[in-house]
């Protein structure tokens, strides 16, 4: 969701972050309709485009002294 919300508020289309992430237009697709989950290269880069990444699964402590 968050991806998404992202895209729209900064006018990215599905290929815009493609590019941005050096994968294609079709992956990301799959990973925004949750057929193929995120890679954690995909969500660093994501992270560092300024999409506010959320790991509940992981706790507060999966960024735990990251710089960002």
């Known amino acids: 969701r968050e991806v ?24 990301v697709s799959a990973r925004l309709r949750g057929t193929t989950r995120w890679s954690l290269d995909d969500l660093d880069k994501l992270w560092d485009l300024g999409v506010p990444i959320d790991l ?5 402590a999966a960024m735990a002294g990251a710089d960002r």
Do not use: F
């Not at 509940?56 to 507060?60: I, L, Q, T």
């Open 56 to 60: 509940p699964a992981y706790g507060e």
């Open 4 to 27: 998404r919300r992202w895209m729209q508020a900064e006018r990215y289309t599905q290929a815009d972050v493609a590019e941005r992430l050096g994968i294609t237009q079709s992956k």
